[in-house]
Structure formats: C-alpha cells, structure tokens
Nanobody, 129 residues
Framework: QLQLVESGGGLVQPGGSLRLSCAASGFTLNYYAIGWFRQAPGKEREEVSCISSSGSRTYYADSVKGRFTISRDNAKNTVYLQMNSLRPEDTAVYYC??????????????????????WGQGTQVTVSS
C-alpha cells in the first residue's frame, strides 16, 4: 500500500520540543519534494516547512523560522520535522505531503499542496501547560 505515515506528535509544554517523522511505505521518497502542513481547529491549513527532493533546499513559514528544522534521510525513506521552543499557537494536526516533481525548490510542494500525490493521516501536536 502506497502511503505516508506521520508519527511523533503528542502533548508538550510551552518551550518544549518534539520531532515528527514522515515515513513512506510502498514507494521511495527520493524524487519527491516533501512538505509539512498543519491545521488548527477552525483555521485553514497552512504550510509549515518544505524540503526539496535532494534535501539541499528548505523553506520555512515565518511563524516557525528559527524554531523548526526540516530534514530528510532518503536511505530511511523518512522526512523529519524537529520542533523546538514550541508555543501554544503551534497546536494543530500536522500532515506531511509528497509531490513527485523535477522542480528543485521546496516551493514545488509548499506553494502547490493540492498537487501532492500523497498525504499522511496527520499527527496531533498539542502545546499546553
């Protein structure tokens, strides 16, 4: 079965850290730009961070810049989102998405999430004291 599976979410206090994982099953992520998106209750989905297929280029939303780090390990077929200095406003369901593309920039998926071929089921991140 071709799918993305997120893991690593949970409840954390403000200022804490979490690392999310996005693992591909049934296909290789090597040729895919990957993005992390989030959706809080009552709000629209927003992009968080994206990474090019090679891993050489990354993009971060202003709201997470300097706090979150995206990375990928193609050998493990997994993309990660390290989240530090978490804030209550980071509370949301986090999704990863994959778009197969020859475009070498992370905006290939961040700017065009509806063109992603695969989406994960989401993992809940709650930041609360």
């Amino acid at each position: 079965q071709l799918q993305l599976v997120e893991s690593g979410g949970g409840l954390v206090q403000p200022g804490g850290s979490l690392r999310l994982s996005c693992a591909a099953s049934g296909f290789t992520l090597n040729y895919y730009a990957i993005g992390w998106f989030r959706q809080a209750p009552g709000k629209e989905r927003e992009e968080v961070s994206c990474i090019s297929s090679s891993g050489s280029r990354t993009y971060y939303a202003d709201s997470v810049k300097g706090r979150f780090t995206i990375s990928r390990d193609n050998a493990k077929n997994t993309v990660y989102l390290q989240m530090n200095s978490l804030r209550p406003e980071d509370t949301a369901v986090y999704y990863c998405a994959a778009r197969r593309t020859v475009i070498t920039t992370p905006q290939a998926v961040c700017a065009n999430p509806d063109l992603a071929e695969y989406w994960g089921q989401g993992t809940q991140v709650t930041v609360s004291s």
